[in-house]
């Protein structure tokens, strides 16, 4: 069975500081990684994306992810955070084979002035 | 142009009521979802599609069904709206699990 764990429900953070959301996932099969971000009110965002290729992904607004297969893992980073940051954001993972999403449980990022 | 449009967005209904979602997407994709995502943010898949075929129904109650006319829209009837069922209900659609889901701006459903 797979599952995608966001081992953090909520970080708050001092705006400029760096940030990292951690997500690991479980899978018997290869899988692709992604980063979504939700702003209040709105939809999901594609932030980055994992297909295949360099394990150091970068996004959109500065974000980042490293996908680890040995850790099983795909956190998300950025080095300084602005206030706009202040969203709910989801680790996801799919495959070929699933015909669907799996998401986490999201994280919602706090960022303080 | 919106990639994955679905209407309404704000949806408030009494219970024992029956209402329509719709959510058309214009990028070519061959796979449609539906997520229901609950008051802590947990989003659940409830339906996807693959050319307009049904292929996963993830145990939702049958006063939910899914119509796919095409394969750029998948609409979601449902009927004896209960309390429970409020939420934001999100359309999705992607090259089946080969690259990112786009996602719609979501329909607020609220039963009184």
């Known amino acids: 069975a797979q599952s995608v764990t966001q081992l953090d429900s909520q970080v708050p953070v001092f705006e400029e500081a760096p940030v990292e959301l951690r997500c690991n996932y479980s899978s018997s099969v290869s899988v692709y990684l992604f980063w979504y971000v939700q702003y209040p009110n709105q939809g999901l965002q594609l932030l980055l994306k994992?297909?295949?290729?360099?394990?150091l992904v970068k996004g959109i607004n500065g974000f980042e992810a490293e996908f680890n297969k040995s850790q099983t893992s795909f956190h998300l980073r950025k080095p300084s955070v602005h206030i706009s940051d202040t969203a709910e954001y989801f680790c996801?993972?799919?495959?070929?084979?699933?015909?669907?999403?799996?998401f986490g449980s999201g994280t919602k990022l706090n960022v303080k002035p | 142009d919106t990639a994955v449009s679905q209407t309404p967005k704000y949806l408030v209904t009494q219970m024992g009521n029956d209402k329509s979602i719709k959510c058309e997407q214009n990028l070519g994709h061959d796979t449609m979802y539906w997520y229901k995502q609950d008051s802590k943010k947990f989003l659940k898949i409830m339906f996807s599609y693959n050319n307009k075929e049904l292929i996963i129904n993830e145990t939702v109650p049958n006063r939910f069904s899914p119509k796919s006319p095409d394969k750029a829209h998948l609409n979601l009837h449902i009927n004896s709206l209960e309390l429970g069922d409020s939420a934001v209900y999100f359309c999705?659609?992607?090259?089946?699990?080969?690259?990112?889901?786009?996602f719609g701006q979501g329909t607020r459903l609220t039963v009184v």
């Open positions: 996801a993972v799919s495959s070929p084979s699933f015909n669907k999403f799996y």
């Open positions: 999705a659609s992607s090259h089946g699990g080969n690259t990112e889901a786009f």
């Open positions: 994992y297909l295949s290729g360099s394990t």
